[in-house]
């Protein structure tokens, strides 16, 4: 039986925020599914010359009500970087939350505005423990 990853969906409850949030990681858009009758768009983000790894966003137009919940039967998207300092920098700079800041020098890990888990892993070796991340202290849970 061949097997072949296609995507993680999560269902987002404003589409314009999330869509900011997964382009602060560097995600960009490579597709692009609106249906009328079924009043939903279907957007698939994914990292620059990766098209095969997306993550596709679910916005229903009429709202949903269950979004965004703390319920964590999700689990996490992880994404590698070059640098976690400098991206959870960049993203503390833009108004994200790090809820667990990377003491380690190792891994982070963020929520987006629904309250999806994002792990950001160190490429390659751990970086030397650095301020302000060695002190900080863990924000909410992730």
């Not at 900011?20 to 620059?48: C, D, K, W």
């Not at 229903?60 to 959870?88: K, M, Q």
Request: proline share 6%; net charge negative; charged share 25%.
């Amino acid at each position: 039986m061949a097997l072949k990853y296609l995507h993680t969906m999560v269902r987002v409850l404003d589409l314009e925020a999330s869509m900011a949030f997964y382009r602060l990681l560097g995600l960009e858009e490579t597709r692009r599914h609106e249906s009328e009758t079924g009043r939903f768009s279907l957007i698939f983000m994914a990292p620059p010359g990766q098209p095969e790894c997306p993550v596709e966003l679910t916005y229903n137009w009429d709202g949903d009500d269950g979004l965004p919940s703390d319920s964590r039967h999700f689990g996490h998207l992880a994404y590698e970087v070059d640098d976690i300092y400098a991206t959870c920098a960049h993203l503390q700079a833009n108004g994200v939350v790090i809820n667990r800041p990377p003491r380690d020098g190792r891994m982070a890990f963020v929520r987006s505005p629904d309250n999806i888990s994002v792990e950001l892993l160190q490429k390659g070796e751990a970086l030397a423990h650095a301020e302000p991340w060695v002190s900080m202290e863990n924000t909410g849970h992730w």
